[in-house]
């Protein structure tokens, strides 16, 4: 027998040798490289059959393409018996499985929820209004007048169709003054839209709550007690309100709402910059000025309305610290509210 057949042959035989004693992906990867490797002896083999005398070539060829084949099975075998082995080693059965987030209810949804339930039990209606307006509900029929700067492009997002994203949950007041009597007593969620570069506590896009009382005799003391009595149902009995005198177009008079800080109990941390006093939002009794550009009459009937952030609302109930985590849809936060179901 030739030499190169003979050669040929021990290859084989060692070949088999070392495949017995493979026992683990690293032993198996050895094998790979020694013979199906890129420079391994199988490689290597081939390149010598140029040199060989013509009478053995052929010969050469076919064991070696046999000595290939058998090798590439052999190791498509080991490869399936060293994947079961180190599977069966590192699968513990015993081990609890982790549970799978399937998604919980948003947290701006669990708060508006609540809001919602507050307010309808004290036999208020959720209404709701579109978010693409016209500057006739935004700002016309709220008294706001042309040159208010709200109106401004670099606070409001008009549209090229001369509508606008509404800018505040109030034109739901108006729309709801256009088609129904007092008394009216309503509460409008819904998402509004501001030219604001986001940060920590702006977004150009939110979340208000509008609320709205027209009767024939109502006054700031029910808007206050109302007030009140939402706050105590969202943060405890003891959590205080203030009203500080403040300028709305559509309220006469106006005042912004504070409440006394959940986290300190009104004493001065680090949330309420040590003021003891959190702002909430606006509020009012309607300007007689709105009644009349939606029909009411101002001599017959009054009425309070007031404004506020449903995120500002969350991120206290919550401890939240930057308004924008709300909306970037991450996992790891977004599976700490609500529990699974
Ligand atoms: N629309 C006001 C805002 O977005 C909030 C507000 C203030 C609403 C007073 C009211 C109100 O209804 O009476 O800043």
Redesign the pocket.
């Given at each position: 027998m030739h030499e190169s057949l003979e050669e040929l042959k021990n290859y084989r035989e060692q070949f088999d040798h070392d495949a017995e004693t493979v026992d683990s992906s690293d032993t198996l990867e050895s094998l790979r490289i020694k013979y199906l490797g890129r420079k391994g002896l199988i490689a290597q083999s081939f390149k010598k059959i140029g040199g060989l005398p013509p009478d053995v070539r052929g010969q050469f060829g076919k064991d070696l393409n046999a000595f290939k084949a058998h090798a590439n099975e052999r190791f498509d075998t080991l490869q399936n018996t060293v994947a079961q082995k180190s599977d069966e080693s590192w699968i513990d059965v015993t081990m609890p499985s982790r549970k799978r987030f399937t998604g919980s209810i948003h947290p701006l949804t669990l708060v508006e929820r609540e809001v919602r339930k507050v307010f309808t039990r004290m036999g208020f209606t959720v209404m709701r209004g579109p978010e693409i307006e016209d500057t006739w509900h935004n700002f016309d029929a709220l008294n706001t007048p042309d040159w208010h700067p709200s109106r401004d492009p670099s606070d409001t997002l008009y549209l090229d169709n001369g509508l606008l994203l509404r800018t505040?949950t109030?034109p739901v007041?108006i729309r709801v003054m256009e088609t129904q009597k007092p008394p009216i007593r309503i509460i409008a969620p819904g998402r509004v839209f501001r030219n604001d570069k986001p940060d920590a506590t702006h977004s150009p896009m939110f979340t208000?709550v509008?609320g709205l009382y027209v009767d024939e005799g109502v006054t700031f003391s029910d808007l206050k007690g109302t007030v009140l009595e939402f706050y105590r149902q969202m943060f405890g009995k003891n959590v205080r309100t203030r009203f500080r005198p403040h300028f709305?177009p559509?309220?006469e008079p106006?005042a912004e709402v504070d409440v006394s800080c959940p986290f300190c109990g009104g004493s001065g941390c680090r949330i309420c910059k040590q003021s003891g006093w959190i702002e909430m939002?606006?509020?009012?009794m309607v300007d007689p000025n709105v009644f009349k550009s939606v029909g009411i009459d101002p001599e017959k009937y009054t009425g309070w309305?007031?404004?506020l952030g449903i995120e500002r609302l969350a991120m206290l109930v919550y401890g939240i610290n930057d308004i924008r985590l709300f909306y970037e849809n991450d996992g790891r936060f977004l599976e700490q509210f609500g529990g699974r179901r």
């Open positions: 505040e109030s007041q208000q509008e709305f559509f309220t106006s939002g606006g509020s009012g309305a007031f404004g």
